[in-house]
């Protein structure tokens, strides 16, 4: 065994990493020896250390580092996959003990390599580490496609980690949007916050790392922030304006029905479901809206009254009125032109 070996044993899942252990990992990966034979353990414990070493002091990586951090990381899923495809249970027959043991173990390291490595690429994008755009869309998609399968297999053994991994993928495909404009970058990412919030809703044990009301609140901010891009594109279909109107709707509506909001918070979200509404209501068959748009709108004056916000939220309460005003005004036309004469 290596003196490194040494080390990461040591030092394995430590926060505080002594200095001659950082100094050491930080050596090997500016020297990194690509077809040096490692044994699966090294790796895993290598990659974890380097990793929270990343986390706290990003600047210690240079270029050669950082490349070799992810690397080693794709090495490790590899060793991990190879592992998997040689174990695989047999319908009817049950693995022996031994083989379950392992067969856990390598499975459950595969989805945290994968999970780990999402997270150091979104990491780049944040620090602004990427050289040029073609590189961060390539690190951003492969970040996405690393959480999203990470995600979708530790959900059902390890749930912390799975909310971990479906979070950062969610919001990897969202980045992806935000830069290029694609939709489907955007359909991506709201998917995986819907499946987030099902989980989250379903287990406690999430919430040491995301809780259902902020997975419920992420869910919302991607809908509603593709609903206002897309309704000033005036060559987008009246399909995808309904579709995302009512994805931004049942969204905000969802969250403001789980409480645990401030008083602002809460006003907006009570505004924001009249300004969905009406904003829907000019391209959707449904002759309801204009109605419910005055209930929501209503909600929200009522609400800012009665906690004493109409100051605060002035630009809103105006806003508010003068809809409710066209609303309600075309409301009464349309009745009066549908009323038959004695």
């Known amino acids: 065994m290596t003196d490194l070996e040494t080390l990461v044993r040591a030092n394995y899942g430590t926060e505080?990493?002594?200095?001659?252990?950082?100094?050491?990992?930080?050596?090997?990966?500016?020297?990194?020896p690509k077809k040096e034979s490692r044994r699966f353990a090294f790796v895993k414990g290598l990659t974890k250390m380097a990793h929270t070493l990343f986390e706290q002091d990003y600047q210690s990586f240079s270029l050669p580092a950082l490349a070799a951090l992810i690397d080693l990381h794709?090495?490790?899923?590899?060793?991990?996959?190879?592992?998997?495809?040689?174990?695989?249970?047999?319908?009817?027959e049950e693995l022996s003990h031994a083989e379950f043991g392992r067969r856990k173990y390598f499975r459950s390291s595969y989805t945290h390599l994968k999970s780990h490595l999402a997270a150091i690429l979104i990491g780049m994008d944040r620090l602004n580490l990427y050289p040029d755009v073609n590189t961060w869309r390539q690190?951003?998609?492969?970040a996405h496609d690393l959480a999203y399968s990470s995600g979708k297999e530790s959900w059902r053994c390890e749930v912390p980690v799975s909310v971990y991994s479906l979070h950062n993928a969610g919001?990897?495909?969202?980045?992806?949007?935000?830069?290029?404009?694609?939709?489907?970058?955007?359909?991506?990412?709201?998917r995986t916050l819907a499946g987030l919030c099902i989980i989250t809703g379903q287990d406690g044990e999430t919430k040491n790392y995301l809780s259902y009301n902020e997975a419920l609140q992420k869910k919302a901010f991607v809908a509603q922030s593709t609903f206002r891009d897309i309704r000033k594109d005036r060559g987008v279909s009246p399909e995808q304006l309904l579709l995302w109107g009512g994805r931004a709707y049942h969204s905000t509506r969802d969250r403001l029905l789980e409480g645990e909001l401030s008083p602002v918070e809460k006003a907006n979200y009570y505004f924001d479901l009249g300004a969905i509404v009406s904003t829907i209501m000019g391209v959707s068959p449904d002759?309801?809206?204009?109605?419910?748009a005055v209930w929501h709108f209503q909600d929200f004056l009522d609400y800012a009254t009665r906690n004493e916000l109409t100051g605060e939220l002035s630009h809103l309460v105006s806003a508010a009125q003068n809809t409710l005003q066209y609303i309600q005004g075309d409301l009464y036309e349309n009745s009066e032109s549908n009323t038959s004469p004695d």
């Open 287 to 292: 002759f309801r809206l204009p109605q419910r």
């Open 74 to 92: 794709e090495e490790g899923i590899a060793m991990a996959k190879e592992v998997l495809d040689v174990i695989i249970p047999v319908e009817g």
């Open 16 to 32: 505080e990493i002594p200095a001659d252990c950082r100094e050491a990992v930080l050596a090997y990966l500016n020297n990194f």
């Open 171 to 190: 919001m990897a495909a969202y980045r992806l949007y935000e830069e290029t404009g694609v939709l489907d970058f955007v359909e991506k990412s709201y």
């Open 139 to 142: 690190g951003m998609e492969k």
